[in-house]
């Protein structure tokens, strides 16, 4: 075996932490360079053309040319680009190709189809909406041989706001534009039009909502994709011009200089939040650099509630103040917060962690956007209920306090029967079980015999470089051999020392010249479908897990100076 010094560790994290602050923004925020989207892009054309064909001819050009550009070899398209071949971005890219530009996309569409068939069509697509929605645009473009049968959305739920929230949760506005899409493509007998006619208008009310919430600027989430969703059943059915004028002109504004749109176009509180936790495991938390994050921190809290989805003012969105706001970041940005040398003075992490623990589900866990929710994207989830727990305690709630008490039992009854636990928006399996064994060592549960499970599959799945990926094998990444390094180390069981020691001798090794380390795609846009990478989180929990072991080993004789194994 080689070895790596503890003076490399260091090495590494000074250079890793520089690499990550020269991300920052004079503003506080840390940037990214995110990849170009496919299913961004396809909505996008789609809609335009739909919407605007006349006034956006330019964009729906560029953007068709750039999915013809980014087509495989083979026929199909991924998600993002880098990604290979995958069924939902090639069955919409066909779709959208057909509607925008048929005659200059002839040979893709016949490509993507030949492709889209050899994957086993939409009938591979395991997520029920993502399904129907590929049927849809498949349908709308004339591809009803590949769309198949197409189901009618129950536009009515609509009319009751507490099975809306609960059962599409985040997926209202996407949902809206699907409906009224619908009305040309399935004709409706008279009951249904009667039942329509009720739902339509509060249908649209609560697009309203959203854009008025949003400060009008037609963003929808700051995703080009349901942003394009919205915007083609507004197209289609002739509702609201004005929030469809404004789709088209943040459509305008957020499109790259090549043509394209990214999977979603501002994560700057998701990056900037990680980039603080990352950091101040470094040991920078009393940097000065940091306090113009906080400053942004401060400055994006929700003032206002945020109707549409029921959620108190309180926390964080993703994106800025007009965002929605989600736990998986306002966890992150708190335990940033918590971080800060003064924090027990900090008025909006009391009150932000106020609102955490309101947030919590009636079952112990949390869910990332509607409390108790029915909607399986939506939560609850294994990871971001681990999240919550390391705030809290990050913040300084005792291992008693009830929301952790709770949120613990619920944990302790989630893992699988191979001792792995799920994660909504990160690839499983090693990211959702690190987490967890993470949350609960801190918590006191180190020794219970799931989560003693849960590090038995952890062990088990390390790959030979000493990495980890989601433990089937398949190559590893900075990111899950990082989330696996912390939560082994807080178990604090001797036994892990060696695995460890390897995974941090393996990270090291990992560093580029420049101090950063190379994005994997294991951020979830579609789970199962569709991932992405985000460099700021691969820096981030990088520097924390080294930032983590050498805390840990600090003074330990056979760690210091000595060798970390690999």
Known sequence: MTAVTAEAVGRAITAGAEALLRRRRPDGVFGDDPPASVLGTAGAVAALHAADPVGSADLVDAGTGWLRRQQHDDGGWGGVVGAESEVVPTAVAVAALALSAPAASAEAIAAGRARLAGMGGVDAVTDRAI????????????????????????????????????????????????????????????????????????AVRLLRAIFDHE???????????????????????????????????????????????????????????????????????????????????????????FEVLDVPPGGWSYSNVGGWPVTLESAEILSALAGYPDAAADPVLRTGLAWLVDRQDSRGSWSLWVRDTQLANDGPCPAITSQAILALHEAGHPDDH????????????????????????????????????????????????????????????????????????????VEE??????????????????????????????????????????????????????????????????????????????????????
């Not at 049927?135 to 009803?144: E, K, N, S, V, W």
């Not at 009008?216 to 969703?229: C, H, I, K, M, V």
């Not at 987490?435 to 006191?444: D, F, I, K, N």
């Not at 190379?518 to 951020?523: G, S, T």
Request: proline share 7%.
């Open 131 to 202: 399904s129907l929605l590929c049927r849809q645009l498949l349908t709308m473009a004339g591809m009803t041989a590949e769309a198949g049968p197409l189901r009618r959305l129950p536009l009515e739920i609509v009319l009751f706001d507490r099975v809306r929230r609960r059962r599409l949760s985040f997926r209202t506005a996407p949902f809206v534009g699907l409906a009224l899409m619908q009305a040309d493509l399935l004709p409706a007998g008279r009951l249904r039009r009667a039942t329509l006619r009720r739902a339509r208008p509060v």
């Open 402 to 477: 009830p929301a952790i008490v709770r949120a613990a039992a619920w944990l302790l009854t989630r893992a699988a029967p191979d001792g792995t636990f799920e994660n909504l928006w990160y690839r499983d399996h090693t990211s959702g079980t690190a987490v967890v064994v993470g949350a609960l060592s801190r918590v006191g549960h180190a020794r219970h015999e799931v989560v003693r499970g849960a590090v038995r599959w952890l062990r088990g799945t390390q790959l030979p470089d000493g990495s980890w990926g989601p433990g089937d094998g398949t190559p590893g990444t």
């Open 215 to 305: 400060g009008r600027t037609g963003a929808f989430s700051e995703d080009p994709w349901p942003a394009a969703l919205v915007l083609l059943g507004l197209a289609r059915s002739g509702e609201a011009p004005d929030i469809a004028a404004a789709v088209v002109g943040w459509l305008r504004r957020a499109v790259r200089p090549d043509g394209a749109w990214d999977a979603v176009t501002n994560l700057d509180l998701t990056r900037s939040g990680y980039a603080v936790t990352g950091l101040a495991a470094a040991g920078y938390a009393a940097d000065p650099r940091l306090r113009a994050t906080r400053d942004v921190f401060h400055a994006t809290q929700k003032p206002t509630a």
């Open 481 to 566: 051999t990082s989330w696996a390094v912390q939560g082994l180390l807080a178990t604090g069981d001797p036994d892990v020392d060696v695995a460890v020691e390897r995974g941090v001798a393996w990270l090291v090794a990992a560093a580029g010249p420049d101090g950063g380390w190379p994005a994997a795609r294991v951020c979830n846009y579609i789970r199962h479908h569709m991932r992405y990478p985000n460099a700021v989180i691969t820096q981030a929990v990088a520097l924390r897990a080294l930032g983590e072991y050498r805390r840990a080993t600090a003074g330990r004789p056979d760690v210091a100076p000595g060798a970390v194994a690999r």
